[in-house]
């Protein structure tokens, strides 16, 4: 069974920091390994999506890195400002067919960035 | 159209009423998922439809049914909820076959309230 950590569970960091997130899984079967980022009470907005094929993956201030063989993912966010506030999930797709649409998330990261 | 949309956004309900939520998607998106998730925890997957058809159910108990009218549709009946399933439930789709795909997009979330 697909197990998904994320560390540290909550960062609390001033503005401009840069910071790294991380996701571990345990089973490196993965399809893809999706990142998200949920403001409180609200839906999940798709950050980065990285293929199992893909080492990283860039959107802006943000840098996703995989390392399928080790069960790694880190999310990094360069130069943090106060709307990055979020809790921030990874989730991983197994790779089978069919009915196996399943993503698994982690455990989340509770980010804060102060003034 | 990239997005998904749930209706209604805050629901309140007695434990005896029958309500309904409902998701759409135009993305031509085959797969399409509900999600439940309480405060501080990740998503946890409900139901999944594959081209129409259920083809994964979390063992969730009978009060909930889902139903999928058609490939752009997802709804979620609900009759005689207990206190206990007040909670963020989440839509989301993504491509039912691996090839092509671009990842999971979320709805915005109806927060359900059980009085």
């Known amino acids: 069974k697909q197990e998904v950590t994320q560390i540290p569970a909550a960062l609390s960091v001033p503005e401009g920091e840069n910071l790294v997130l991380n996701c571990s899984f345990t089973?490196?079967?993965?399809?893809?390994l999706q990142w998200f980022r949920q403001d409180p009470g609200k839906g999940l907005t798709s950050l980065l999506l990285i293929q199992s094929s893909q080492r990283e993956q860039t959107s802006g201030r943000l840098n996703a890195s995989l390392d399928k063989s080790s069960g790694r993912s880190t999310l990094y966010i360069a130069a943090s400002q106060p709307g990055d506030s979020a809790t921030y999930l990874c989730?991983?797709?197994?790779?089978?067919?069919?009915?196996?649409?399943?993503?698994?998330f982690g455990t989340g990261t509770q980010l804060k960035v102060e003034l | 159209d990239t997005e998904v949309t749930q209706t209604p956004k805050h629901l309140v309900m007695g434990m005896t009423n029958k309500k309904s939520l409902k998701c759409e998607q135009h993305m031509g998106h085959r797969a399409m998922y509900w999600y439940k998730q309480k405060a501080k925890k990740p998503p946890e997957l409900m139901f999944v439809y594959s081209y129409e058809k259920l083809s994964i159910n979390e063992s969730v108990p009978s009060r909930f049914s889902p139903e999928c009218p058609n490939s752009s549709l997802l709804n979620l009946h609900l009759h005689a909820l207990q206190p206990e399933d007040s909670a963020l439930y989440l839509c989301?789709?993504?491509?039912?076959?691996?090839?092509?795909?671009?990842?999971?997009?979320f709805g915005s979330g109806t927060r359900l309230t059980v009085v």
């Open positions: 989730a991983v797709r197994p790779r089978v067919t069919g009915g196996g649409n399943k993503l698994t």
């Open positions: 989301a789709s993504s491509q039912a076959v691996l090839g092509g795909d671009y990842g999971y997009t």
């Open positions: 089973d490196s079967a993965i399809y893809n």
